[in-house]
């Protein structure tokens, strides 16, 4: 039991291992300079934002939701990071707690709001990325507010290591991410809840604490990935990531983490996130015009949950006895 | 009844193989005004069988003919053109849909694409008047109704079409006594136009009523089709389950011992909520089995989810033996809080979690409570309890990381009452126990009350199979119109009562 549950995992990743290494194998042979040390730092820098943002969403998909405000949550607490080292000369760590407790509070009013009232996340959350969006503009004023050194060491690889800070605080929420999605009494409950709410319910679980603790983490990652960008750019701009919620939807789809709930692994969407990485820096790499890269990085999602159905559709096959 | 020399429908060697053969070469025909019978043990192969000749699976091999023609359906829709119509166990309405909608689904009446709502709602009105459902609205939305009366307007939908023929799979599983009785006058109905039926039932009683010939499967092979006149129930049961003979021992077993004590598990006192649950005062006492029989839509259900706080009591009190909680709980959290379970009607809609393993399901009622250590999961304990209890309960699947969803109706039930073993509690609800399961899955849940009233437990079993509640319970009480009008204890329980009493305050009602 225990050999079959391993060797379905090895499955799970050695399809989206198998797409990464097709891709990386396609840009090297394309391009000179891409299958290059340099290329593997760039990518790693440019990841931490999108990664953070993935994982709070694979929870939110898993427990079935959406959250669409995660952009602009995220500019909103970098926002107000800014501004407060900026404006109010408060130090790094103390405007890190604020954006985090900023980028807490909306996934919490999203969250019971949703629960509360029984009204879809879509909506709520539709609403939410007006809401902080605006709240971003009004923060800083429509300015952006130039930090510098004392954030950019975050984004910077460290010497000897070449990671970045910010790339390790990245890797650790995926790795604890995907520990408590599959290891805790909280993750099951989360893809029970996703699968059939009534069920949970009869079997006496609450479940509104477990989908509002979900949109409040998710919050945190935006704070998080707040910062990380924040950190990349040396600047707090209350313009930052709009659209970026659709590319973490898109990294947890293409990591195969259903859109109807109860299905959804960190590490897939992890996956996700590095399949679109390296779609973007090789595709640049090859000298491909915007328009033409936002194409193909469209087909790849489509082709990415194509697969993902046939892949299921065979599964079930195979276990669906009588 | 006309014996047409060719047969209507005929079948040879039908294969269906998955993983595993499922139907093996299975020889199968169906006479014009026929109602030919399957049964067999869950697993057996009837609905694999009934679903190829719908055309809902592709056969892997063997030959159908169908009014002397080679048949091969590609989907559903290809096999009712010719007049192939199946009423699936599983309830295949628009649940946010009218009736009148759904019953018209394939055949709007329209003018340029716009529906013409007056047709619409007559055309409907005249399908339900047909089959005498008389007091269902067109317009209701089709969630409002109870499962009951679901599942009769989807028998109504399939009736209305051309059929020649109609094949039901577990029709009357959520029927009422009158409901089957109006069923059964249709069948008898189109039996004399020619229709052939197959007619899949547990409920053997109803088959030698019913059908003209049986046909019994066992693992995915035939092994016998005979009249239906020759065939005694206790014979079917032999041909069926090689548990023949438990059968036989447990049905002769009519006077049970009873284990209650004397002694309160649970007090209910005026517990009300709308018109569904009216008054209800009752005590249950320390393993005591109380059977609540009552017409579909009398109220069991509702009083059921009340007392476990699925839906919330207007008023009254609901008390559990060693608790000064009075108040009916507000969310089954706190029913289970206090020891109370629950298997509800519908496993499928709120018992289990389909697409997750075996494991999952069984345990998702303890893992806050046994199965974790700050939070986390204890995987190997987790295992390990998950195939104990499942087993205990003799439920058959490869692995216990086997989606639920791939189980038989009669193992899921199982799963749902082992993820409740595992929890434990001092009061079960059963809701529908043994509803569309085989014989030999609802003798070993007959079984399981007997072991649960043994340790102490006491149970509320809501039944609409009056048979079932007279073999296994101590006091039966009887519903009616919301109401529990009366309890009667085993010495003194007899149908004629029973039903008297099911029906009394809807006579008042009818009275005033």
Redesign the interface.
């Known amino acids: ?1 225990r050999d ?2 391993l060797a379905r995992a090895v499955l799970e990743y050695a399809g989206l291992g198998a797409v990464l290494v097709a891709l990386i194998a396609v840009f090297s042979l394309r391009s000179d300079h891409f299958f290059q040390m340099a290329t593997a730092i760039s990518i790693a820098n440019q990841i931490p934002d999108l990664t953070l943002l993935a994982v709070g969403m694979t929870f939110v998909l898993v427990v079935g939701g959406i959250d669409l405000s995660v952009g602009s949550v995220l500019a909103l607490s970098s926002a107000v990071l800014g501004v407060l080292m900026v404006d109010y000369g408060w130090p790094l760590f103390l405007a890190i707690l604020a954006g985090i407790v900023i980028g807490q509070l909306c996934g919490l009013c999203s969250g019971f709001i949703s629960v509360r009232f029984g009204i879809p996340s879509f909506i709520v959350t539709l609403g939410m990325l007006e809401i902080a969006r605006g709240c971003a503009k009004r923060v800083t004023g429509s300015q952006t507010r130039y930090i510098g050194s004392s954030v950019e060491w975050i984004g910077e690889p460290i010497a000897g290591l070449m990671l970045s800070p910010a790339f390790l605080v990245a890797i650790v929420a995926v790795i604890l991410g995907q520990f408590v999605l599959t ?4 993750g ?2 989360c ?2 809840i996703g ?2 709410p ?9 479940s509104k604490p477990y989908t509002i603790t979900v949109f409040a983490m998710s919050g945190v990652m935006c704070a998080l990935a707040g910062l990380a960008q924040t950190s990349r750019l040396s600047t707090a701009d209350p313009n930052a990531a709009i659209g970026m919620e659709l590319s973490a939807i898109a990294a947890c789809v293409i990591g195969g983490t259903s859109l109807m709930g ?2 959804g692994s960190v590490i897939s969407s992890f996956f996700g996130v590095l399949i679109i990485a390296v779609l973007q820096t090789g595709l640049a790499q090859l000298g491909v015009s915007d328009a033409t890269k936002q194409i193909i990085t469209g087909i790849v999602i489509v082709v990415a949950v194509l697969l993902d159905a046939a892949r299921s559709r065979m599964g079930e ?6 | 009844m006309s014996l047409d020399a060719q047969p209507l429908f005929a079948a040879t060697g039908l294969t269906k193989r ?3 053969t ?1 139907l093996d070469s299975v020889d199968f025909d169906l006479r014009q005004g026929e109602i030919h019978a399957l049964i067999g043990a869950n ?1 057996a ?1 009837k ?2 069988l009934s679903k190829i000749i719908a055309g809902l699976t592709p056969k892997s091999s063997g030959t159908m003919k169908f009014d002397g023609q080679a048949y091969c359906p590609k989907t559903k829709k290809s096999a009712e053109a010719v007049g192939i119509q199946i009423v699936q166990q599983e309830l295949n309405l628009v649940a946010s849909l009218s009736v009148a909608e759904n019953l018209m689904l394939s055949r709007m009446p329209h003018r340029f694409g716009v529906i013409n709502r007056s047709q619409l709602h007559q055309q409907a009105r005249v399908a339900l008047d047909r089959f005498g459902l008389k007091d269902i609205q067109t317009d209701t939305v089709t969630r409002s109704l109870g499962v009951g009366q679901r599942q009769m307007v989807e028998i109504a939908a399939a009736l209305d079409r051309q059929c020649r023929i109609l094949i039901l799979d577990e029709p009357t599983a959520a029927l009422s006594a009158n409901e089957t009785q109006a069923l059964f006058n249709w069948l008898g109905r189109l039996r004399t136009q020619g229709v052939g039926m197959i007619y899949i039932s547990h409920r053997l009683d109803e088959v030698s009523q019913m059908a003209d010939r049986i046909t019994v499967l066992r693992d995915g092979k035939k092994v016998a089709t005979h009249d239906a006149a020759d065939l005694t129930t206790d014979a079917m049961v032999d041909l069926m389950s090689s548990e023949a003979s438990l059968t036989r021992e447990f049905n002769t077993k009519k006077t049970r011992k009873s284990r209650q004590e004397n002694q309160a598990a649970l007090k209910v006192d005026a517990l009300s909520r709308g018109r569904f649950v009216r008054d209800v005062s009752f005590t249950l006492k320390k393993g005591e089995r109380l059977g609540v029989a009552g017409v579909v839509g009398s109220g069991r259900t509702e009083l059921l989810r009340c007392l ?1 706080g ?1 839906d919330i009591a207007d008023s009254g009190s609901v008390q559990l033996a060693g608790s000064d909680v009075t108040t009916p709980p507000r ?3 706190e ?3 206090r020891r109370m379970a ?1 298997v ?1 009607e519908d496993r499928k ?8 393993p075996v494991r ?1 399901n069984a345990t ?2 303890s ?2 409570e046994k ?2 250590a700050a ?3 204890l ?1 190997g304990k987790e ?1 390990r309890l998950a195939a104990e209890q499942c087993e205990a309960m003799e439920t058959r699947y ?6 639920v969803g ?1 189980l ?1 109706g009669g193992n899921q039930q199982k799963v749902v009452i082992a ?1 409740w073993l595992m ?1 434990d509690a001092d009061v079960f609800l059963f809701d529908e126990p043994t509803r569309g399961i085989d014989v030999a899955a609802r003798i070993r849940i007959y079984r399981l009350f007997d072991a649960l009233t043994d340790a102490g437990k006491s149970l509320i079993i809501v039944s609409s199979d009056l048979e079932e509640l007279y073999e296994v319970c101590d006091r039966i009480a009887v519903m009616s119109n919301g109401q529990m009008v009366t309890s009667y204890e085993r010495n003194e329980w007899s149908e004629d009562k029973i039903m008297q009493a099911a029906f009394s305050e809807y006579v008042k009602k009818e009275a005033t």
């Open positions: 039991m079959s549950q290891r805790t009494v909280f099951r409950y893809v029970a699968t059939n009534e069920t949970v319910r009869m079997s006496g679980i609450s109860g299905r096959r195979s276990t669906s006895g009588v | 998955y993983a595993v499922v697993g192969g609905t694999t476990f699925a969310h089954p959290y029913a289970v809080a629950m509800t809609e709120s018992g289990l979690l389909l697409s997750q999952v998702l009622a893992m806050r199965l974790s939070g986390i999961i995987f295992r490869t692995s216990i990381e086997q989606s791939t038989s993820k929890r």
